[in-house]
């Protein structure tokens, strides 16, 4: 494993390796050891083109854990804003001996454009491409269900996961689909056929319009944000329309199964998609997955950091 | 390939490591064991064992995992983690012996010497190995050794355990290519 593009890329047996060294390093975390000298001396960037708060602190937190040195660039205040394409970009940290890139940039397709242009030698990892991907989120949420449900099982096998709200825009749906699929869980996807893409019929799940009918049949139901920023256009009549039909509410949250699950990948818009009861219920795994996310991006860096790549040797 | 050490010579060098343990730490309360994974885990369970047989108590035993504090993680590909387990009483003040099954360059003792001391500040630290093989590349011997074997560099030592390989023995095989 050189880079870290997609969640298509990985095997299953990748996914769970990711999942087991995460795994043995939150319990190094857990304990009283905060910092590992593993990547002393490899610069890591972060290479953010878009807003975010928790995958790019998650992805810096992560990599301090280990060591390494981490560069914070933001398209706001740089070049980028001034017009520098991609690729000057890329040239630029690799002359400051970038060891990798952690990109997140609005274009779907701007990681593996990178990557595949060997602009740059280091290591590029995928933190959301515009509504293409954004595999670390899945596999912190992979990795947090495997914790609450998965009974000492290395895969999700038998687990039904519904995934309801604005599939049509999210990475962390289509990250999530492949790699639960991938692990074994059945999965559901629960929104209005104006916010589900075009050919997801072709997608390994099953599709429903009836929220109140999948919620009490499901392990792990993921609610996703209603990404105002990406509609230019109507998807729906008005949000207490929405809310009312695809909102995770008090009586949905009663009707879940005795062991079921409540996650969002954050940012969460209250009141809309989620209720604030529901989102801090006991249920709720929420800032589990926050915290879960720090080990997960620490066992991607170690695995494509710290040992040999081609012709280093 | 040779036979270094047979099942009942791997036992009786265990037993011996056990009292001489024992004898130096004046008993087995203030000794923490240490096991580095994966065949040095197994074998501090049974120095373990052997302690508690010969005392009568158990002994904090744990497991400490060195991988992400070894200085040649970039010479190979990524390498699995395996479990840290430190027993309850931890190793702060503790007489820490550090377990492991063949002791060569050095180098993994010296990352768990840096393991060590990011959880804690142990009274003393002391180091029990099954074979010694010479060729240390840093200043670091044994407190225990079941046996020492000198090697060339280029033959391969195995240390079998019941648990894992049906077999208790060590083996001395002459070198591959590699």
């Known amino acids: 494993m050189k880079h870290l593009l997609s969640i298509s890329d990985l095997s299953k047996v990748d996914a ?15 304990g009283v050891v905060k910092k590992l000298p593993t990547l002393r001396g490899r610069t890591v960037v972060n290479l953010f083109a878009e807003d975010s708060t928790r995958t790019r602190i998650s992805f810096e937190a992560a990599a301090k854990r280990l060591s390494a040195d981490v560069i914070n660039f933001s398209a706001k205040g740089s070049s980028v804003s001034k017009g520098e394409s991609l690729k000057d970009t890329a040239q630029t940290l690799q002359s400051m001996g970038a060891d990798a890139v952690i990109i997140r940039h609005s274009a779907s397709g701007a990681a593996h454009t990178l990557a595949a242009n060997k602009w740059m030698s280091g290591a590029v990892i995928n933190a959301g491409d515009g509504t293409h991907e954004h595999p ?74 009836d929220f109140d009918a ?32 695809f909102a995770l509410n008090t009586d949905r949250l009663s009707r879940m199964k005795r062991n079921a699950i409540v996650m969002h990948p ?4 209250r009141g809309l998609e989620i209720t604030a009861e529901s989102a801090d219920s006991a249920r709720s795994v929420i800032l589990e997955q ?14 494509l950091l710290a040992g040999s790549t081609e012709g280093e040797i | 390939m040779s036979l270094a ?57 744990g497991t400490l995992d060195i991988t992400l504090h070894r200085d040649d993680l970039r010479l190979r590909p990524p390498r699995a983690l395996m479990p840290t387990v430190i027993p309850p009483l931890g190793v702060e003040g503790r007489n820490v012996i550090l ?67 049906a077999i208790d023995e060590v083996l001395l095989e002459e070198g591959s290519d590699q």
């Open chain 1, 290 to 303: 926050v915290k879960n996310g720090v080990s997960i991006r620490m066992a991607i860096l170690y695995l």
């Open chain 1, 136 to 209: 670390s989120q899945a596999l912190l949420d992979a990795f947090t269900i495997r914790q609450n449900l998965a009974r000492g099982n290395s895969d999700l096998a038998g687990l039904h996961v519904a995934i309801v709200g604005d599939i049509l825009h999210s990475r962390v749906a289509r990250s999530n689909v492949l790699l639960l699929t991938k692990l074994g869980a059945q999965v559901t996807l629960v929104a209005p056929p104006t916010l589900l893409p075009v050919g997801v019929e072709m997608w390994p799940v099953n599709i429903s319009y």
């Open chain 1, 214 to 245: 999948i919620v009490s049949e499901v392990d792990v139901v993921m609610m996703l944000r209603i990404q105002l920023e990406r509609m230019s256009e109507m998807f729906f009549p008005n949000a207490r329309e929405y809310s009312h039909y």
């Open chain 2, 5 to 61: 050490l047979s099942a009942p010579d791997m036992s009786r060098a265990i037993t011996r490591i056990a009292h001489e343990i024992l004898e130096k730490n004046s008993g087995s309360e203030t000794v923490t064991i240490l096991g580095i994974p994966t065949r040095g885990a197994h074998l501090a369970q049974r120095i373990s064992a052997a302690i508690s047989e010969i005392e009568g108590n158990p002994v904090q035993t």
């Open chain 1, 266 to 269: 954050g940012p969460m818009n």
């Open chain 2, 99 to 165: 377990v492991d099954d063949v002791l060569y360059s050095g180098r993994t003792i010296r990352a768990a010497l840096d393991a060590l001391g990011e959880i804690g500040r142990p009274k003393t630290v002391q180091l029990a190995v099954l074979i010694d093989r010479g060729h240390r590349e840093l200043p670091i011997r044994a407190d225990y050794v079941g046996k020492n074997l000198p090697t060339s560099a280029q033959q391969v030592i195995k240390v079998h355990f019941v648990e894992f390989d």
């Open chain 1, 16 to 30: 769970i390796r990711i999942l087991d060294t995460a795994e043995s390093l939150s319990a190094a975390s857990d």
